[in-house]
C-alpha cells in the first residue's frame, strides 16, 4: 500500500455485467451486507430469547436502548418515542459500521462518503417530508425567520441554503473524522514496521502511543455513532416547528 488513503479505495470483487444493468460486486458491499444481517438476526434472536434476568448481551441491548431512550425525551420530547425504533437501529448501524473498521484488515464504510452522503440525504429528505405531512405548507415556515419584513428576501435565501447543506455537513462530519482517525493509525503503523527492523526496544515506546490512538479510535467510533444520532434528533425536532409557527 502506497498511501495511507488507498486503505479507503472502493474495489471491484466480482464484475457481473447483464444486458444493461452492471450489478458489480464491490468490497464495501459484502461488510455492508453482513452488518445489516448481523443487526436483524441479533435483534430477532434476543427479541424470542428474552429473560428476566438478563445474559450479558441483553444486558447490553438494554443498556443501549436506555441510552437511546433518554437521548431521544432529551433532544426531540415525548414526540420522538414514537422514533425509537428507528433511531435505535440508526445508532447501532453506525456503531458497527464504525467498529467494523477497527478489526484488521476491516473495511471502514463510513468513511466512504458516497455511502454515508446516501444516508444522510435519506434522512434529511425523510425529515422534510415528515414536516411537510404533519403541517403542510405550515411546515415551510422554518424558512421565514423572525425578522423585519425588508431582511426576509436575503434572509430566506439562507435558511433554504442552511437547511439543504445539512446534507453534507451530516455525511462529512462523520467521513472526515473517520478517515482522518484511521489514516492516522495507519502511518503509526508502517512507522512501527519500519522502525522494527532497526531497533526493536524502540519499537516498544512506539507501541505505547499506537495503543493510546487505538483506544482513542474506539471511543470516536462510539462518540461519532452518538453524534449522527443526536443530529438527526436535532435535525427530527424542526418539524416541532411547524407547530410552533
Not at 484488521?104 to 411537510?132: D, E, K, R
Not at 430566506?156 to 445539512?166: H, L, M, Q
Request: charged content about 10%; proline content about 4%; hydrophobic content about 60%.
Amino acid at each position: 500500500m502506497k498511501s495511507p488513503l488507498e486503505q479507503f479505495d472502493v474495489r471491484n470483487i466480482k464484475n457481473i455485467y447483464t444486458i444493461n444493468i452492471d450489478i458489480t460486486i464491490q468490497n464495501i458491499f459484502i461488510p455492508l451486507v453482513c452488518i445489516i444481517l448481523c443487526v436483524f438476526i441479533y435483534m430477532f434472536i434476543n427479541l424470542y430469547n428474552v429473560r428476566l434476568i438478563p445474559i450479558y448481551v441483553q444486558y447490553i441491548i438494554e443498556l443501549i436502548y436506555k441510552f437511546i431512550i433518554g437521548l431521544v425525551k432529551q433532544q426531540i420530547g415525548n414526540y420522538g418515542l414514537f422514533w425509537i425504533p428507528f433511531i435505535f437501529n440508526l445508532f447501532n448501524f453506525i456503531l458497527l459500521c464504525n467498529i467494523l473498521s477497527l478489526i484488521p484488515f476491516g473495511i471502514a464504510l463510513t468513511s466512504q462518503f458516497i455511502l454515508i452522503f446516501w444516508l444522510s440525504c435519506t434522512i434529511c429528505t425523510s425529515i422534510f417530508i415528515i414536516g411537510l405531512l404533519r403541517f403542510n405548507l405550515k411546515f415551510l415556515h422554518i424558512f421565514i425567520p423572525q425578522s423585519p419584513f425588508i431582511l426576509l428576501p436575503l434572509l430566506i435565501p439562507i435558511e433554504i441554503f442552511s437547511y439543504i447543506i445539512r446534507l453534507l455537513s451530516l455525511a462529512i462530519r462523520l467521513a472526515a473524522n473517520i478517515i482522518a482517525g484511521h489514516t492516522l493509525v495507519h502511518i503509526i503503523v508502517n512507522f512501527f514496521f519500519k522502525i522494527i527492523k532497526i531497533d526493536k526496544i524502540l519499537c516498544i515506546i512506539i507501541l505505547i502511543p499506537l495503543f493510546l490512538i487505538l483506544i482513542l479510535e474506539i471511543g470516536v467510533a462510539f462518540l461519532q455513532a452518538y453524534v449522527f444520532t443526536v443530529l438527526f434528533c436535532i435535525y427530527l425536532k424542526d418539524t416541532e416547528k411547524g407547530a410552533i409557527h
